[in-house]
């Protein structure tokens, strides 16, 4: 089966960047068809605006540099010489193709659940460590499902810690706010009790923790121990001659380093307390651990330089899909979905059709707090009609925008970057890892 389906991948899907090209052309293509612009050629410059708009808007080209950061940083603090003894150590339990798989799916999935940066780039930089272990002592281990199992911690975010639709609905004030132009009272807000911390939540988490890794070492795969197909970035940095005392002093480092975390520990006190970690706040965290760590200034750059390689595919790539959540948007047709669907629930069906048409926005809005304040309303609004709880509601919008991770690339991006796989590799693997999800949170959805 897996080797039907990695054939499969191998021949149909595109490069990551062609994928998001033709989503963007048939986002065009729908938003002149059925958005809600007028007709003709009125409708084609209206999305043309709106592409626009969106490719080039302030705020989201704000969050694609956080991201292209929190790459980079987090790849720079990893290729020093503490990190790397770390990581080195934590990937010395993969010794066979099924430890690997335990070790990387389950700390995968805790970190992000824990905080979905920290698991994105946490699952990365495992996958290329256990990729290089088993490179150099010869094991039988699968690479691309090594890395695959590495991007797991995106099925699971938006149910944790740092889930955008959770956390935005548990500030006080927010629901009022999102549904100002709604009929329905709603309540100032929904406690994470609710929510992340429900036991249904907790329980569905459980079970995919455990699932994932059990069924995926029953499942038998090609080793690729020897990754000779599959070119890791060369270690042998090649770092420019510097003379001058400040860039090979060790000093600099500690002491500039050290200024960073004692800024970062004063700025940051009350997020740490209530472990709410921002972009802001993971990119500040790396970049003081990254220059501390690391020997001198020579080393920094030079570790910085081999790390920015493989922000380029974010670069170009991010703003294409911000063209396609502006037009999504503007043009109606993310709520279009969202509508459908809810038009054909019942009290029953509700949470599976807005997991669903969640799941189906995703492909085009691959944002949570995007999809929220896009979708939110609607099944908002539709919950209180046919009497669901707002939290099983909000659950439902969040399982069907994370499990959906796994079939696009856009995620994916900064975890192909570090290990030098491609989206081919991956997908017949997590391909599996969505419908093991989908089972179980529709099942979650209809049993709690």
């Known amino acids: 089966m897996i080797s039907k389906l990695e054939l499969f991948f191998a021949k149909v899907l595109p490069s990551p960047f062609t994928l998001s090209v033709g989503l963007t052309l048939l986002t065009l293509v729908l938003s002149v068809s059925f958005g809600q612009f007028d007709g003709g ?26 991201m292209m950061l929190i790459l980079v940083l987090g790849h720079v603090l990893v290729l020093s010489q503490p990190m790397t003894s770390i990581l080195e150590f934590i990937s010395g339990s993969a010794r066979s193709n099924t430890s690997a798989i335990f070790l990387i799916s389950i700390s995968t999935m805790l970190m992000g659940f824990f905080n979905w940066g ?16 088993s490179e150099r002592e010869q094991l039988n281990i699968n690479y691309p499902l090594i890395g695959a199992l590495g991007y797991s911690g995106m099925m699971v975010w938006h149910g944790g810690i740092s889930g955008s639709a959770p956390l935005k609905a548990a500030e006080k004030g927010h629901l009022n706010s999102l549904m100002d132009n709604f009929s329905n009272p709603v309540p100032s807000y929904v406690s994470t009790l609710e929510t992340i911390f ?10 995919v923790l455990i699932s994932v890794p059990f069924i995926f070492s029953r499942i038998k795969t090609r080793p690729s121990s020897r990754l000779s197909q599959i070119k890791l970035a060369n270690k042998s940095n090649s770092e420019e001659a510097s003379t001058h005392p400040l860039e090979n002093n060790k000093l600099v480092n500690w002491i500039f380093g050290g200024i960073l975390l004692i800024c970062f520990m004063v700025v940051y006190a009350e997020n740490l307390r ?18 501390a760590l690391h020997s001198s200034v020579k080393h920094y750059l030079s570790s910085l330089s081999e790390a920015i390689k493989g922000a380029s595919g974010i670069l170009i790539q991010f ?3 911000f063209g396609i959540i502006g037009v999504m948007k503007e043009s109606g047709l993310a709520v279009s979905f969202a509508e459908f669907f809810i038009s054909i629930s019942t009290k029953t069906t509700l949470p599976l059709f807005t997991f669903i048409s969640s799941g189906i926005v995703n492909i085009f809005v691959p944002s949570g707090g995007g999809q929220w304040a896009i979708q939110g309303p609607i099944a908002l ?52 890892l969505f419908i093991i999800g989908s089972i179980i949170f529709i099942t979650g959805l209809l049993i709690f």
Do not use: C, H
């Open 198 to 207: 429900s036991f249904s939540n907790l329980v569905i988490f459980a079970v």
């Open 274 to 291: 209530r472990l709410n970690i921002t972009p802001n706040m993971l990119n500040f965290l790396m970049l003081g651990l990254g220059i």
């Open 118 to 133: 920290l698991g994105l780039i946490f699952g990365a930089i495992l996958a290329r460590k256990i990729g290089e272990k």
């Open 381 to 432: 609004e539709s919950a209180l009609r046919l009497g669901v709880p707002l939290p099983k509601i909000i659950m439902a919008l969040s399982y069907g925008d994370q499990i959906t991770n796994m079939l696009q690339p856009f995620w994916a991006l900064p975890l192909l970057a570090i290990t030098k796989l491609k989206a081919s590799d991956i997908f017949p693997f997590t391909f599996i």
């Open 319 to 321: 703003p294409l899909y």
């Open 41 to 66: 050629s009125s409708a084609i410059v209206s999305t043309l605006e709106a592409w626009q708009s969106g490719l080039w808007n302030q705020n989201l080209l704000v969050f694609g540099y956080q």
